[in-house]
């Protein structure tokens, strides 16, 4: 679980249920580069796989089109881990299941245990909106259910607990630099988590709406996850639709797009058209945990 100040803790008990899954992750391990390092060109069948968009679609399906400017474009363009295909965590050292992953996006996960799964999905979704310069719709709720503003952060407003009660107070200069906004993420990946974070999302009722950005979300018992739609296609002659999911996961490590497990010939895409559970490489999800940010 993620480490709280000591003060902390007795306000925000409720974490323990809102993390990740507990996931025995032999992370003290070091794979060797020979085992793990694949090639983006060999292993994927793509020519050169330098964003999201880039991951090809099967035969009969085109990408649905999507608004300049929106959350939905922002996640299709984003790049791609070039280096290598290796999962590292926060601390440096590798994933110890590398099996998971298609490709890696090229985003950092920070130097703390804290970036897990539904922190992984709310930086996207920040990153995206601090990007498009809007601030004010930049906030998540604490698992207290108070909410975090980034504008009230970027103003020089910190948190503080007083009789188990959150307050912010003005002590610091105002500052809307990136490496502030990368703090404010570092308290939002603290005090939220999937409990937070799914009460804040609206339900998808039917999955054939699936949309761009969608989160498959389960707040568990004691655990949970979250994975994210990046992108999603539709079949030109049924109108089936597939995507494709990325995450983070416990410890803290790089978002990755997720293979299928279950259809090693449409990996890393995932059809809408599956009976019973959705099976990913860590993680299986139901179809009514679909859900949906509000714009």
Request: hydrophobic fraction near 35%.
């Amino acid at each position: 679980m993620k480490k709280l100040n000591i003060s902390l803790i007795k306000y925000f008990i409720v974490i323990l249920i809102a993390g990740c899954n507990n996931y025995s992750d032999t992370s003290s391990q070091n794979i060797s580069v020979n085992q793990t390092g694949i090639s983006l060109q060999t292993e994927n069948n793509d020519t050169l796989l330098k964003f999201v968009k880039s991951i090809s679609v099967p035969d009969a399906y085109e990408r649905i089109p999507v608004i300049a400017n929106s959350f939905a474009e922002y996640l299709r363009n984003l790049s791609l881990k070039q280096k290598d295909n290796i999962v590292y965590l926060y601390n440096g050292k590798q994933k110890a299941n590398q099996e998971a992953q298609y490709v890696i996006l090229k985003i950092d996960v920070g130097n703390r245990d804290l970036q897990q799964c539904a922190d992984a999905v709310m930086r996207l979704r920040a990153e995206y909106l601090y990007q498009q310069k809007k601030y004010d719709k930049i906030h998540f709720n604490f698992t207290s259910g108070d909410t975090a503003k980034y504008l009230k952060y970027a103003q020089g407003y910190r948190v503080s607990i007083s009789n188990n009660k959150v307050f912010w107070n003005l002590s610091a200069k105002p500052d809307s630099s990136y490496k502030t906004f990368r703090k404010y993420l570092n308290l939002i990946f603290t005090y939220c988590g999937t409990y937070s974070l799914n009460k804040e999302l609206i339900k998808v009722n039917n999955i054939n709406d699936i949309k761009i950005g969608d989160v498959f979300i389960q707040t568990g018992n004691p655990y949970g996850h979250a994975i994210i739609v990046m992108d999603v296609a539709v079949n030109k002659n049924t109108n089936e639709k597939i995507y494709i999911l990325a995450q983070s996961y416990m410890p803290a490590q790089e978002i990755h797009i997720l293979k299928n497990p279950v259809n090693n010939n449409l990996s890393p895409w995932y059809s809408v058209k599956f009976e019973g559970d959705l099976e990913t490489p860590e993680w299986t999800f139901k179809k009514q945990n679909l859900k949906r940010f509000v714009d």
